[in-house]
């Protein structure tokens, strides 16, 4: 089964208040939690309002190291992006790339996330950190960075087009 590509998402109504939005970020972080393999990152979605406050702890148990040792760049990467700051913004990414295993690794999978929040959200700063965070990314995606496969999902998400998974999701 192949793909399907689509440059075309219509923006959200994004909630007007935190509580709204956390009640969105809780029922998609499940989501993604009850189908996805719990190596990587996936393990950062049982609980993504504690990683977003920096309080987020996690086990010392082996399968659990890829989202240990990410978890403070996420957090890095998070605060750099709302505070607009590129040359942050490009360590923290650039720490991402490539990380983890399989055809896409975690952190590339999770850069394609936030570049299809981002694309669907209707936040007034919304689209200023999708473009950041576009040319950040574009300024890295010409190195050797990733695998061939990951490397063609985020060239798809940076211009703005994601599988038909990401759309359901």
Do not use: C
């Not at 994004?14 to 393999?37: E, I, M, Y």
């Not at 574009?138 to 990951?150: A, G, H, K, N």
């Amino acid at each position: 089964n192949s793909a399907i590509w689509d440059p075309h998402m219509d923006p959200l109504d994004d909630p007007k208040d935190t509580r709204g939005f956390l009640d969105l970020l809780d029922w998609s972080a499940s989501h993604v939690f009850q189908r996805a393999n719990r190596i990587g990152l996936v393990p950062l979605l049982e609980n993504p309002r504690r990683l977003l406050a920096g309080l987020f702890e996690i086990d010392e148990t082996p399968d659990l190291r890829y989202a240990r040792l990410a978890s403070p760049i996420i957090s890095r990467l998070l605060t750099a992006l709302n505070q607009m700051d590129r040359p942050s913004l490009t360590e923290e990414t650039g720490r991402l790339l490539g990380y983890g295993i399989g055809g896409t690794p975690s952190g590339d999978d999770l850069l394609v996330g936030l570049l299809a929040a981002l694309t669907r959200s209707s936040h007034p700063t919304a689209d200023r950190l999708l473009h950041l965070l576009v040319d950040t990314l574009i300024s890295q995606l010409d190195q050797d960075v990733t695998s061939l496969l990951s490397l063609t999902v985020l060239n798809h998400a940076v211009k703005g087009a994601f599988s038909e998974k990401i759309h359901t999701i």
